[in-house]
T-cell receptor, first 113, second 112 residues
Framework: GAGVSQTPSNKVTEKGKYVELRCDPI?????LYWYRQSLGQGPEFLIY????????DSGLPNDRFFAVRPEGSVSTLKIQRTERGDSAVYLC???????????FGPGTRLTVT | KQEVTQIPAALSVPEGENLVLNCSFT??????LQWFRQDPGKGLTSLLL?????REQTSGRLNASLDKSSGRSTLYIAASQPGDSATYLC???????????FGKGTTLSVSS
């Protein structure tokens, strides 16, 4: 079956601009997670959705970051007033529930110039 | 704050060797532990999931163990192959199961 998909695969933007990153989870997975990964590091948790609600947003670094999942399927990560330090690979994962394996998408590489 | 450490950071072995990757974590109050593989420029592939009540899981040539009380997990790879070359990441979930905390990974190179 289809895995987790993310679009775009690459995004280059100028400092100060707004970006949206999209995640399509595996069909039927109610849990959705966003992480970001910098070079040479493990992924860092950002936010977790159970259904439509953000059940844990403790990893969001500041209020420039926001994510939605309005219908309990597709999720969008939104970053306002981008900074060069936001450059990273943004990974999305989904699972049947918190007790189950997380399956990751290929990521979106964000470069802020 | 949970911290995950993976040792060694890099490992090179000849084909056919058995090897062990180590993972340690500072807080034993975890929900589960997951091992992943990451190829260069790619996303993560799940290898094994161990629930906090379990001691080990096996899949093919891979065996992962968990000793929650001592904060340790090992990933054993039998009869390594060049195709096993990748970065291996260990991740523990927080107690609520809502987030994975990752180590920095072990980069494995298997030469033919």
């Amino acid at each position: 079956g289809a895995g987790v998909s993310q679009t775009p695969s690459n995004k280059v933007t100028e400092k100060g601009k707004y970006v949206e990153l999209r995640c399509d989870p595996i069909s039927g997975h109610t849990a959705l997670y966003w992480y970001r990964q910098s070079l040479g590091q493990g992924p860092e948790f950002l936010i977790y959705f159970q259904g439509t609600g953000a059940a844990d947003d403790s990893g969001l670094p500041n209020d420039r970051f926001f994510a939605v999942r309005p219908e309990g399927s597709v999720s969008t990560l939104k970053i306002q007033r981008t900074e060069r330090g936001d450059s990273a690979v943004y990974l999305c994962a989904s699972s049947l529930g918190t007790e189950n394996e997380q399956y990751f998408g290929p990521g979106t590489r964000l470069t802020v110039t | 704050k949970q911290e995950v450490t993976q040792i060694p950071a890099a490992l090179s072995v000849p084909e056919g060797e058995n090897l062990v990757l180590n993972c340690s974590f500072t807080d034993s109050a975890i929900y589960n532990l997951q091992w992943f593989r990451q190829d260069p420029g790619k996303g993560l592939t799940s290898l094994l999931l161990i629930q906090s009540s379990q001691r080990e899981q096996t899949s093919g040539r891979l065996n992962a163990s968990l000793d929650k009380s001592s904060g340790r997990s090992t990933l054993y790879i039998a009869a390594s192959q060049p195709g096993d070359s990748a970065t291996y990441l260990c991740a523990v979930s927080n107690q609520a199961g809502t987030a994975l905390i990752f180590g920095k990974g072990t980069t494995l190179s298997v030469s033919s």
